[in-house]
C-alpha cells in the first residue's frame, strides 16, 4: 500500500469539486482548487485549503488544459489529481500526464478508458465479454435490411454509421416500410455527415435506461452497488434518478450486476465506474456505454449502500483494496436525485445564467443538497448551469417521492429561472408517482410538466405580486383568509411563498 495522499488536487468545479473537497477533509488531505477567471469567487474556492487560477474563462483556456493542471499540481506539492467528472475525467491523455509526471489519478487506467471510449469499439469488446448487446446488422441493400430485420424481429431502428443527434434514424416497424425509410436515412446521413452508411439495430420502445454502478481495486477485486434508474430525461441527459428501479426485480438487478462487473473485469477496470444499459420491458437488457468516472447521480448510492464513492476512489488510488466484498454490501430504503438547473423549461430548458439573489436549500431528516452556489454569486454561461443537485433517502419509494416534494417546496433561488417548478410538477404526476415511466415519459407529457407561469425572479415587486395572487387564490378556494404583509397579520414564509407562487396554475 503507498502512503496516504497530503495534497490532491480537484480538477473540477462547482459542486463537484466543493463534494470533493469535503470528502478529502473528513480524510486529513489537503484539498487544492483551480479556477478560471469566471470562477474567481466560486464556493469551491473559497471552500479549498488553497486555490490556484488556470485562465481564462472558456473551458478550452482553463479546465480543459492538461498542461496547466499538471503545473498546478506540481507547483502545490499535490500527490494526486481527482478530475469528478466531465471536463477531462474520461480523457485518456489525463492519467498518462499524471504518471509521466509521477502524480496519482484518482481514476481508472488510460487503456480502460480507451477501450470503453468509443462506442463502436466498447460494443465489440462487451460483445466478446459475454455483455448483452442491441442485436443489430450492418447492410448494403434494401433487400438485406428486410432480411436482417426478419432475423432480428420488427420493429428495428435504421441509424447513420457517422451520426449523431438522432440524424439519419428511421423506426421501421414492417418489411414494406423498409425501402422508403432506407432510402430517406441514407439521404439524410449524406447530408448531415457526408456518409451515407446505415446500419440496423433492433429498436427498444419505452426502455428504461438502467445503469449498474461498479468499483474495483487495482488487485482485480471488482463489485457492483447495485442500480440507479435515469430515464427521467430531457434532450437524452438525466434530470433525475432514482434507487432502486421501480422498473427491476431484485433477481434482475443482481443479474445485471454480475454482467456489470463481468465486463470491467474484461477491461482490467479500477476505480468507479457506471455501466449504461437500456432495459426492455419484456425484462431483457443492453449495454448501452461505460462511464469510465464517478457519475452526476452517484449521492443516491452512497445514501442506500452507506459509501463514500469518492473516498473509495481515493483508497484505491492509494493502493488499497475494496475493504468489503459483494455479500457484504446492501442496498436499503430508497433514494432519489434531482438535478436543480438555472434554465427555464418553458423555454425548452434554456440556460438561465445570472445572479442569484437568494437562495435557500431544504434540509431535514433524509435531505442532502450537494451544491456549489451561494447568495450573490453568479451562474456562469460559460459552464453547465448545475445549481446542485437535491437528493432525499427514506425507507420506502412512497415516503422518498413524499420527502422530495417537501424538499422542493422549501427550496428558494431567486434573480435567475431554474426548473424547480418543473420538478415539481414531475412528482405530482400520477404515472410518475407509481413509477410507470420510461425513457420518452418528459416528452409525451411536455405540455403538462412544462405549461406553467414563469417563476418570478429576483425583483421583490414581482414576487410581492405572485404571493398576493396565491394568497387571493387560496382565500378562494378555502375560505381562509391569508395575510401576506402586515404587522398585525401572519407572514407567509419565503420558502412557502415561492412554493406557491411557481405552482400556480393559470
Known amino acids: 500500500m503507498s502512503k496516504p495522499f497530503r495534497k490532491v488536487l480537484i480538477a473540477n468545479r462547482g459542486e463537484i469539486a466543493v463534494r470533493v473537497a469535503r470528502t478529502l477533509h473528513e480524510m486529513g488531505i489537503g484539498a487544492v482548487a483551480v479556477y478560471s477567471d469566471a470562477d474567481r469567487a466560486s464556493l469551491h474556492v473559497r471552500m479549498a485549503d488553497e486555490a490556484y487560477p488556470i485562465g481564462p474563462a472558456p473551458a478550452g483556456e482553463s479546465y480543459l488544459r492538461i498542461d496547466k493542471i499538471i503545473d498546478t499540481a506540481k507547483r502545490a506539492g499535490c500527490d494526486a489529481i481527482h478530475p469528478g467528472y466531465g471536463f477531462l475525467s474520461e480523457n485518456p491523455l489525463m492519467p498518462e500526464a499524471c504518471e509521466r509526471a509521477g502524480i496519482v489519478f484518482v481514476g481508472p487506467a488510460a487503456s480502460a478508458m480507451?477501450?470503453?471510449?468509443?462506442?463502436?469499439?466498447?460494443?465489440?469488446?462487451?460483445?466478446?465479454?459475454?455483455?448483452?448487446?442491441?442485436?443489430?446488422?450492418?447492410?448494403?441493400?434494401?433487400?438485406?435490411?428486410?432480411?436482417?430485420?426478419?432475423?432480428?424481429?420488427?420493429?428495428?431502428?435504421l441509424k447513420a454509421s457517422a451520426g449523431g443527434g438522432g440524424k439519419g434514424?428511421?423506426?421501421?416497424?414492417?418489411?414494406?416500410?423498409?425501402a422508403n425509410a432506407w432510402e430517406r436515412a441514407r439521404s439524410e446521413a449524406k447530408k448531415f455527415f457526408g456518409d451515407d452508411t446505415v446500419y440496423i439495430e433492433k429498436a427498444i420502445l419505452k426502455p428504461r435506461h438502467v445503469e449498474i454502478q461498479v468499483l474495483g481495486d487495482r488487485e482485480g477485486n471488482i463489485v457492483h452497488c447495485f442500480e440507479r434508474d435515469c430515464s427521467i430525461q430531457r434532450r437524452n441527459q438525466k434530470v433525475v434518478e432514482e434507487t432502486p428501479s421501480p422498473a427491476a426485480s431484485r433477481e434482475l438487478v443482481a443479474k445485471m450486476g454480475a454482467i456489470a462487473v463481468q465486463g470491467a473485469k474484461a477491461v482490467g477496470y479500477f476505480s468507479a465506474g457506471t455501466f449504461e444499459f437500456l432495459l426492455a420491458q419484456d425484462g431483457s437488457f443492453y449495454f448501452l456505454e461505460m462511464n469510465t468516472r464517478l457519475q452526476v447521480e452517484h449521492p443516491i448510492t452512497e445514501a442506500v449502500t452507506g459509501l463514500d464513492l469518492v473516498r473509495e476512489m481515493i483508497l484505491v488510488a492509494q493502493g488499497e483494496k475494496l475493504a468489503f466484498k459483494q455479500?457484504?454490501?446492501?442496498?436499503?430504503?430508497?433514494?432519489?436525485?434531482?438535478?436543480?438547473?438555472?434554465?427555464?423549461?418553458?423555454?425548452?430548458?434554456?440556460?438561465?445564467?445570472?445572479?442569484?439573489?437568494?437562495?435557500?436549500?431544504?434540509?431535514?431528516?433524509?435531505?442532502?443538497?450537494?451544491?456549489?452556489?451561494?447568495?450573490?454569486?453568479?451562474?456562469?454561461?460559460?459552464?453547465?448551469?448545475?445549481?446542485?443537485?437535491?437528493?432525499?433517502?427514506?425507507?420506502?419509494?412512497?415516503?422518498?417521492?413524499a420527502r422530495m416534494r417537501r424538499a422542493l417546496s422549501e427550496y428558494v433561488v431567486t434573480g435567475i429561472r431554474t426548473n424547480l417548478?418543473?420538478?415539481?410538477?414531475?412528482?405530482?404526476?400520477?404515472?410518475?408517482?407509481a413509477g410507470n415511466y420510461d425513457t420518452g415519459f418528459l416528452e409525451r407529457h411536455r405540455d403538462l410538466l412544462l405549461g406553467y407561469p414563469r417563476v418570478p425572479a429576483g425583483d421583490e415587486r414581482s414576487v410581492?405580486?405572485?404571493?398576493?395572487?396565491?394568497?387571493?387564490?387560496?382565500?378562494?378556494?378555502?375560505?381562509?383568509?391569508?395575510?401576506?404583509?402586515?404587522?398585525?397579520?401572519?407572514?407567509?414564509?419565503?420558502?412557502v411563498a415561492q412554493h406557491r407562487a411557481r405552482t400556480l396554475r393559470s
Open 114 to 157: 480507451r477501450q470503453m471510449g468509443s462506442k463502436t469499439a466498447a460494443r465489440a469488446k462487451m460483445s466478446a465479454a459475454g455483455v448483452p448487446i442491441v442485436p443489430g446488422a450492418t447492410c448494403d441493400t434494401t433487400e438485406e435490411a428486410v432480411s436482417a430485420a426478419k432475423k432480428i424481429g420488427f420493429p428495428v431502428m
Open 327 to 401: 455479500e457484504d454490501l446492501q442496498a436499503r430504503g430508497a433514494a432519489i436525485e434531482c438535478r436543480v438547473y438555472a434554465e427555464d423549461p418553458s423555454s425548452g430548458f434554456l440556460p438561465s445564467p445570472g445572479k442569484i439573489d437568494s437562495l435557500v436549500t431544504p434540509a431535514g431528516p433524509g435531505v442532502r443538497d450537494d451544491g456549489g452556489a451561494y447568495p450573490g454569486c453568479t451562474i456562469s454561461s460559460f459552464y453547465d448551469p448545475l445549481i446542485s443537485k437535491l437528493s432525499v433517502w427514506a425507507p420506502t419509494r412512497e415516503r422518498a417521492v
Open 464 to 495: 410581492a405580486v405572485a404571493v398576493a395572487i396565491a394568497a387571493s387564490r387560496m382565500e378562494r378556494a378555502t375560505g381562509v383568509s391569508v395575510a401576506t404583509s402586515g404587522e398585525s397579520g401572519s407572514r407567509l414564509a419565503p420558502w
Open 421 to 433: 417548478a418543473f420538478h415539481e410538477k414531475l412528482f405530482a404526476h400520477p404515472d410518475f408517482v
Open 169 to 178: 434514424m428511421r423506426l421501421v416497424e414492417r418489411a414494406e416500410d423498409m
